[in-house]
Nanobody, 128 residues
Framework: LHVEESGGGLVQPGGSLRLSCAAS????????IGWFRQAPGKEREAVAC????????YYTDSVKGRFTISRDNAKKTVYLEMPSLKPEDTAVYYC??????????????????????WGGGTQVTVSS
C-alpha cells in the first residue's frame, strides 16, 4: 500500500508541468490529499490540499490562482496542474494521504509524518 508521485522534470520559467499521485493497493475516496514541496535547505511546506468528502480545496498563498489540485477516484490518482512556473517553485514535490485530517488542517499546519501515506517525491526544477 503506497502512493507514488510522477511528472516532475526540468522546465523553463513560464512553463508547465502536471504532477500525478497514484495510489496503489487502496482507493483515495476516503482520504484527504495534499501536495507538499521541499526546497533545498527549507522545511517541507503544503502547496495544495483536497478533501475527501466534498472536494473542497485549499492552496497556499504562493500558488493560489496558479496551481490546481484535482482527483480522479476511478483512476486512484490526484493531480497538480502547475502552469506559469517560477524558479522559486523548484523543489521536491510530495503527495500525502490521510483519512482523519481535514483539508484545512493538512494545508495550514506543519506537515505531519504521521499521515497514513507519503510518497517518495518527484523533483521539479524551474530554470532557464
Amino acid at each position: 500500500l503506497h502512493v507514488e508521485e510522477s511528472g516532475g522534470g526540468l522546465v523553463q520559467p513560464g512553463g508547465s508541468l502536471r504532477l500525478s499521485c497514484a495510489a496503489s493497493g487502496f482507493t483515495l475516496d476516503d482520504y484527504a490529499i495534499g501536495w507538499f514541496r521541499q526546497a533545498p535547505g527549507k522545511e517541507r511546506e503544503a502547496v495544495a490540499c483536497m478533501s475527501s468528502s466534498d472536494d473542497s480545496t485549499y492552496y497556499t498563498d504562493s500558488v493560489k490562482g496558479r496551481f490546481t489540485i484535482s482527483r480522479d477516484n476511478a483512476k486512484k490518482t490526484v493531480y497538480l496542474e502547475m502552469p506559469s512556473l517560477k524558479p522559486e517553485d523548484t523543489a521536491v514535490y510530495y503527495c500525502a494521504a490521510d483519512r482523519l485530517t481535514t483539508v484545512q488542517a493538512m494545508c495550514t499546519q506543519a506537515p505531519s509524518f504521521l499521515y497514513d501515506y507519503w510518497g517518495g517525491g518527484t523533483q521539479v526544477t524551474v530554470s532557464s
